[in-house]
């Protein structure tokens, strides 16, 4: 069973900063991709940001230069480094991998900015 964790969401004024954090099963982790989704009220789940087991990263346009996507395999930990927050990132935001064909999702943490 692989079980995702995330930490981190809160409330934010525009032009701040959030860490989110998303722990997960270590037999897992090394070997894994990761992605970081979100989803905002009445629109479709999107991806953010993921990152290879190699470390190599690719963003959604809309927080090209603002987010960064990293891994700590020693700790079995990805994270997302948001800055220059703008109320359109707004969303639940979700971790997420794939194993054997099947694609396991965390539960979610709330990131809301204030205009």
């Known amino acids: 069973q692989v079980q995702l964790v995330e930490s981190g969401g809160g409330l934010v004024h525009a032009g701040g900063s959030l860490r989110l954090s998303c722990t997960t099963s270590?037999?897992?982790?090394?070997?894994?991709?990761m992605g970081w989704y979100r989803q905002a009220p009445g629109q479709q789940r999107e991806l953010v940001a993921a990152?290879?087991?190699?470390?190599?990263?690719n963003y959604a346009d809309s927080v090209k230069g603002r987010f960064t996507i990293s891994r700590d395999n020693a700790w079995n930990t990805v994270y997302l480094q948001m800055n220059s927050l703008k109320p359109e990132d707004t969303a639940v935001y979700y971790c997420?991998?794939?194993?054997?064909?099947?694609?396991?999702w965390g539960r979610g943490t709330q990131v809301t900015v204030s205009s």
């Open positions: 997420q991998t794939t194993l054997r064909s099947v694609a396991y």
């Open positions: 270590g037999s897992i982790f090394t070997i894994n991709n």
């Open positions: 990152i290879t087991s190699g470390g190599s990263t």
